[in-house]
Nanobody
Framework: QVQLVESGGGLVQAGGSLRLSCAVS????????AGWYRQAPGNRRELVAV???????NYVDSVKGRFTISRDNAKNTLYLQMSSLKPEDTAVYYC???????????????WGQGTQVTVSS
């Protein structure tokens, strides 16, 4: 079994910062790609940022220069540092990871339960 648990969401004023964390636990052999997605009410879930096992990153244009994705492989934890937040960043943020479980010969994709980020104007 693999679990992803997000934390760090909350209410913040525009221009403020938040740091999201996503702890991956369970019978993990390795984690390859991982990322953060978000979904605002009435909208489709969108990719925010991704990071490879080697640390290569990519971002959706709307957050470039404001958000930073990182990972601590020793702790199996994914982070999203969000700065200069805007009201349009308000959404439920989900972490996603591609995990190979111990004793398994293939990778599977897992999702966290989501954490609410609300940015007030």
């Amino acid at each position: 079994q693999v679990q992803l648990v997000e934390s760090g969401g909350g209410l913040v004023q525009a221009g403020g910062s938040l740091r999201l964390s996503c702890a991956v636990s369970g019978s993990i052999f390795s984690i390859s790609g991982a990322g953060w997605y978000r979904q605002a009410p009435g909208n489709r879930r969108e990719l925010v940022a991704v990071i490879t096992s080697g640390g290569l990153t990519n971002y959706v244009d709307s957050v470039k220069g404001r958000f930073t994705i990182s990972r601590d492989n020793a702790k199996n934890t994914l982070y999203l540092q969000m700065s200069s937040l805007k009201p349009e960043d308000t959404a439920v943020y989900y972490c996603n990871a591609v995990v190979r479980r111990l004793g398994w010969g293939h990778e599977s994709e897992y999702w966290g339960q989501g954490t609410q980020v609300t940015v007030s104007s």
